[in-house]
């Protein structure tokens, strides 16, 4: 259990005020969540309650440091809603005996409580509401698809000046190897000579996922065979074969190596495909409804958060219409979710459509709506992009494929979907060249 005394003597001291109380607020297999209120006798100008999230299942250091230097990059850059981190502590070597990060308290709702109407009718949001949403996501998506940076990997802080430990040294962002849990799944993060980055160019990028599939397929057996079971073995209808299924996995593997530089888009046919693969931006891995938070009255976004598993990446990694903008066609009843999004979860989830009501509606909308409410968020980014790589990304089949290449090579056993993509890559190369 996390050393409550010692959080509030952390809080306290870097606050220089009382904490009047520690509460609860939420507790789950990988983290803690506490309200501290603070006493703003003081200083009026201090917030009179502070978010604490203890991560009770250890993070890797550079993971907790990474999202700490995004917030601050993103708040310092953008005009994106983000909680402020006051103080944290990355490593295990303190007197609260957790990694945490005490930040500020958003405001709103998660976006998730609209789009489950049925559970949480009081949540449902007008056709107004939907406007503002829609186009203030816009604006989060634009303004991280503006975001440059010359090479891939996740930001970090360093002090500079005389006096690094000096509150007034000046602090600089650089980029630096992933932060990706993803990278370091399972066994992964023992292999030697992990290619982690940063890179230079997108096939390098690329090159490096696959590399270390590979690199981890022939050196942990015993690990991937267990993985492969886990996903695939009690109660999957196919009942596979681990070592058939292995082997079919590095076929499928070999392939995509051979598509990596085509893949890239850095042998693209022209330049607006060589333009998209060297342009880097800030991708946000979890950019779905629990972490957007809506003012429920007036639709719009309050806070975005989620921030942990965000990189700089190709910027056609950015480039998605999210789900919930979306209408389900006449059978569907699951729809994945974009695989942006889903790149870092621990499985790929599949998300229910909320039911069409008898009025013809689904989260207070009608299909034609829907349409105009996804239209406007298209529109909106359009403006945002004059050279149009935005709706590029979004209508060549190409980048449909491409964009799939990681999520493949975290569900390399997934024989349907990765076959389809490789197919359509292929037949893409031919075509184009």
Not at 37 to 62: A, G, H, N, Y
Not at 224 to 234: A, I, P, V, W
Request: glycine letters at 6%.
């Amino acid at each position: 259990m996390p050393d409550l005394r010692a959080l509030r003597e952390a809080a306290e001291e870097f606050f220089e005020t009382d904490v009047l109380s520690v509460k609860p607020l939420k507790h789950g297999d990988q983290i803690s969540i506490y309200v501290l209120v603070l006493d703003t006798t003081p200083d009026p100008d201090l917030p009179s309650e502070v978010i604490v999230r203890i991560f009770t299942k250890q993070r890797m250091q550079q993971s907790v440091d990474s999202e700490v230097a995004t917030i601050s990059f993103v708040s310092l850059h953008t005009q994106i809603p983000v909680a402020r981190v006051f103080f944290h502590e990355s490593t295990l070597d303190n007197p609260v005996g957790f990694q945490y990060i005490v930040q500020e308290k958003l405001q709103g709702e998660p976006l998730q409580k609209a789009l489950d109407e049925e559970d949480e009718p009081e949540y449902e949001l007008g056709f107004d509401s939907w406007h503002n949403l829609v186009s203030d996501y816009a604006d989060v998506v634009s303004q991280l698809w503006r975001v440059r940076f010359d090479r891939i990997g996740a930001l970090y802080e360093v002090s500079v000046g005389n006096d690094q430990d000096s509150e007034y040294s000046d602090i600089e962002t650089y980029v630096g190897p992933t932060a990706e849990t993803w990278f370091y799944r399972g066994s992964r993060r023992s292999l030697q000579h992990l290619d982690v980055g940063p890179w230079e160019s997108s096939s390098d990028w690329l090159a490096g996922l696959i590399s270390n599939e590979v690199r981890y397929f022939r050196s942990h057996p015993a690990e991937l065979e267990k993985e492969l079971e886990e996903e695939l073995g009690d109660g999957d209808p196919l009942d596979l074969d681990v070592e058939w299924a292995l082997d079919d996995a590095q076929e499928r593997l070999r392939k995509i190596i051979s598509l990596c530089d085509l893949g890239s888009g850095e042998l693209g046919p022209d330049e607006a495909l060589m333009r998209l693969s060297r342009t880097f931006g800030l991708f946000h891995a979890h950019l779905l409804p629990n972490n957007i938070l809506v003012d429920m009255r007036t639709g719009h976004i309050k806070g975005i958060t989620g921030w942990e598993d965000a990189s700089v990446t190709p910027i056609w990694r950015i480039a998605s219409v999210p789900y919930w903008l979306e209408w389900p066609g006449p059978e569907s009843e699951w729809s994945r979710i974009d695989l942006g999004e889903t790149l870092n979860d621990t499985k790929g989830r599949d998300v229910p459509w909320t039911p069409i009501g008898e009025n013809g509606r689904r989260n207070g909308v009608s299909e034609e709506e829907l349409a105009e409410l996804r239209s406007a968020f298209c529109d909106k980014v359009s403006l945002e992009d004059p050279d149009g790589l935005f709706a590029r990304c979004l209508e060549d089949g190409f980048f449909d494929q491409i964009k799939i290449i990681p999520h493949l090579l975290y569900n390399i056993w997934e024989r349907g979907q990765v076959e389809t993509s490789i197919e359509a890559l292929e037949k893409w190369e031919a075509e184009a060249f």
